[in-house]
């Protein structure tokens, strides 16, 4: 019984996939080809970041000789002289494709985008990182209950199925703005001590997964939070990077 029960699930499983794609067809987020939510072709015009001429601490595109991000005048800006995290990577320049990529996953409920985003991302982890376990910096409650779903979840799950390491929850969903409206300053009083972290072990050498980085300020939040809770060492990732 058990069998046939388990053959009728899938039976019916399937049905619901063939009719879904036959209601509501896999087109590509780019340029709408039928097929896949991302096609290769799309894929491949993505510009993607360069290690070689990215900056080694903060991952910017272009900053290995003198980086725009994390020297002395630009953490002033961010109220800082250091970074809190041991380094960070990203796999794409944000731009006008990227920046659609990013919001049909988040905005349009594209969730099958988070497989293609985690695996551009797990081929930026460089071979000298070391880290016990995944994480993500949690949506708000508020962006969580208009989407259904925490982005930075699932594309942390599957970068973690990528590498084969465990993913696990630390942080606790913000109460913060939307911070896409905001400009640097107002992130970071937005995200002025807003992270809390679970309770619970937090892992000693973490890999912080988020969507995109803009300023800086909120994967900076989210790495003070984990390190004042016994963290040792916070790398991160992202997708895109402004």
């Known amino acids: ?40 072709r799309c894929a491949a015009q993505l510009p993607s970041v360069d290690w070689w001429r990215a900056c080694r601490r903060c991952g910017s595109p272009f900053g290995f000789v003198q980086c725009d991000v994390c020297n002395p005048i630009a953490l002033g ?37 988070s497989a293609v985003m985690a695996s551009a991302m797990a081929q930026m982890v460089p071979p000298d990182w070391r880290f016990d376990a995944v994480t993500y910096v949690p949506a708000t409650l508020a962006a969580y209950r208009r989407r259904g779903y925490d982005h930075a979840s699932l594309i942390a799950h599957d970068v973690s199925a990528e590498l084969g390491m465990p993913c696990a929850d630390t942080l606790a969903r913000p109460k913060t703005r939307d911070q896409r409206a905001l400009s640097g300053a107002q992130r970071i009083a937005n995200l002025a001590g807003r992270f809390k972290v679970l309770e619970g072990d937090v892992p000693s050498r973490i890999l912080l997964v988020d969507d995109v980085f803009t300023t800086g300020s909120t994967l900076c939040a989210a790495t003070d939070a984990l390190l004042a809770a016994g963290c040792e060492t916070v790398y991160a990732l992202t997708y895109a990077r402004v």
């Not at 058990?2 to 049905?15: K, N, S």
């Open 1 to 40: 019984m058990g069998d046939f029960q388990g053959t009728v699930r899938q039976a019916l499983r399937f049905a619901a996939e063939v009719a879904a794609e036959t209601l509501w067809p896999t087109r590509c987020a780019l340029c709408d080809a039928l097929g896949e939510v991302l096609c290769e």
């Open 77 to 113: 800006r961010l109220g800082r002289k250091s970074l809190p995290f041991e380094a960070c990577a990203s796999a794409v320049i944000f731009g006008e494709e990227a920046g659609r990529v990013v919001r049909v996953f988040k905005d349009q409920g594209e969730q099958r985008l």
